[in-house]
C-alpha cells in the first residue's frame, strides 16, 4: 500500500483488497485504524483495534461471499466518506446487497472513529420480492 496516499485512498485501496483477498488483507488493519478507534453501525458499537479485528474476522467467516463494489472516497484525512455497495452470501440462498456509507475521523494518518449507515431490514428483504414491495409499503406510509 502506498504510504504517500490520502487517508481515504488508502482506505478505498483496503476495501477493494479485503474484496479480493478476504482475511489477508488484514494485516493492513494497524496501518490504518487506530489502537482507539471507535466503530458504530445499526448493530455494533465498540472500541479498539482487537475488537475492530474481530468484527471483520466474523464478518469474513460468516459470509461465503463478501465485497464491495462501486466504492467512491472523498473528503480530508481528517474527515472523509466512503460510499459503496456490499454484497455478501452465506454460501446458500441468495446474495444480499445493500448500499452503504461510511464516515470515518483520522488523526495522525489512521482513522479513529468510523460509522458505517446501512439499512439491515431493508438489505434481508431485497431478494424477495413480495416482501420488499410490503417493506417499501409500510416505510412509505410511516416515513414518506
Keep these: 500500500m502506498r504510504h504517500d496516499a490520502s487517508l481515504p485512498d488508502r482506505i478505498k485501496t483496503f476495501y477493494e483488497r479485503v474484496s479480493a483477498e478476504r482475511g ?8 490504518l485504524y487506530g489502537e482507539q478507534v471507535h466503530f458504530v453501525n ?9 475488537e475492530f479485528r474481530a ?3 466474523e464478518a469474513l467467516g460468516k459470509y461465503k461471499v463478501f465485497r464491495f463494489h462501486d466504492i467512491e472516497a472523498i473528503g480530508t484525512d481528517e474527515r472523509f466518506s ?8 452465506f454460501g446458500f440462498g441468495p446474495a444480499f446487497t445493500t448500499d452503504m456509507m461510511t ?3 483520522g488523526s495522525g494518518g489512521k482513522v479513529v472513529y468510523l460509522r458505517d449507515y446501512f439499512d439491515p431490514l431493508g438489505t434481508l428483504v431485497q431478494p424477495i420480492a413480495p416482501l420488499r414491495w410490503c417493506y417499501r ?7 414518506a
Aim: proline residues 5%; charged residues 15%.
Design 24 to 31: 489477508a488483507a488484514l494485516v493492513e488493519l494497524p496501518e
Design 137 to 143: 409499503k409500510v416505510f412509505g406510509v410511516l416515513v
Design 103 to 105: 464516515w470515518c475521523h
Design 82 to 89: 466512503l460510499t459503496y455497495s456490499m454484497t455478501i452470501s
Design 42 to 50: 445499526p448493530v455494533v458499537d465498540q472500541r479498539g483495534l482487537a
Design 55 to 57: 468484527a471483520w474476522d
